[in-house]
């Protein structure tokens, strides 16, 4: 078996040490982890159930994800723009999806962030 194939058995299985993974793939697979779970909360994908829409869920999945976009922005270069654009695009969605809208700027990941 070669160093590059993947194996089933966990222990075979090649890991990356997180000391060798640069910050801003971290931050852009916790974006795009935080974009895939808001969308799936919205029912966003063609063949999902409508049903299965949990706004509570996905309003703190926005939140989260505005925050670190927020705070990330600076280190996104070339990506900022469409990682701000998915954001919004998941804002106007869960307006769409509540049956009781927030107020402009009221919405998930709308308000400034607390300071801790």
């Known amino acids: 078996m070669s160093e590059n194939s993947y194996s089933a058995d966990p222990d075979e299985q090649q890991v990356r040490d997180l000391a060798d993974v640069p910050a ?20 966003l994908a063609p063949e999902a159930d409508p049903a299965t829409v949990d706004l509570d869920e ?11 976009v927020g705070a990330s922005t600076e280190y996104l270069g070339i990506h900022a723009a469409p990682v701000r654009d998915g954001l919004k695009g998941l804002q106007e969605a869960f307006r769409e999806a509540s049956a009781f809208p927030d107020a402009p700027g009221d919405g998930p990941g709308e308000k400034p962030p607390r300071r801790v």
């Open 58 to 68: 996905a309003r703190r999945l926005i939140t989260a994800l505005s925050g670190l």
């Open 24 to 43: 801003i793939e971290v931050i852009t697979r916790a974006i795009v982890m935080l974009m895939s779970a808001a969308a799936e909360k919205l029912a």
